[in-house]
């Protein structure tokens, strides 16, 4: 089953429960895939493809999203660095006014 919107983890991009499950059993670390976040998370993930229901797969996406971000395996946007301007629509607003 397709995730509505995919994960990008360090090691690439997980779209669907099928990704996830290879992700767990092939490429995740030995000493991480037997922690109870891991496990929860790769039953979730076979109870959505089995049941084929969306509050299934809203679970388990959840649940991976947690225990991906918990062993800080997701791939967050960098930071901007200091000498880089932000973009601030609100304050861009802001000086439209005068």
Same mark, same amino acid.
């Given at each position: 089953?397709?995730?509505?919107?995919?994960?990008?983890?360090?090691?690439?991009?997980?779209?669907?429960?099928?990704?996830? +499950?290879?992700?767990?059993? #092939?490429? /995740?670390?030995?000493? &991480? =895939?037997?922690?109870?976040?891991?496990?929860?998370? @790769?039953? %979730?993930?076979?109870?959505?493809?089995?049941?084929?229901?969306?509050?299934? +797969?809203?679970?388990?996406? #959840?649940? /991976?999203?947690?225990? &991906? =971000?918990?062993?800080?395996?997701?791939?967050?946007? @960098?930071? %901007?660095?200091?000498?880089?301007?932000?973009?601030?629509?609100?304050?861009?607003?802001?000086?439209?006014?005068?």
């Amino acid at each position: 089953m397709d995730f509505g919107k995919p994960i990008q983890t360090k090691r690439g991009v997980l779209k669907s429960t099928e990704d996830a +499950l290879h992700f767990i059993e #092939r490429e /995740l670390p030995a000493e &991480l =895939s037997g922690l109870s976040r891991w496990t929860f998370a @790769r039953d %979730l993930l076979i109870e959505a493809g089995r049941t084929e229901k969306k509050r299934d +797969l809203k679970c388990a996406y #959840r649940q /991976l999203r947690q225990a &991906l =971000s918990n062993d800080l395996l997701v791939d967050t946007p @960098r930071p %901007l660095e200091p000498s880089e301007p932000s973009h601030d629509p609100a304050k861009e607003q802001q000086g439209s006014d005068v």
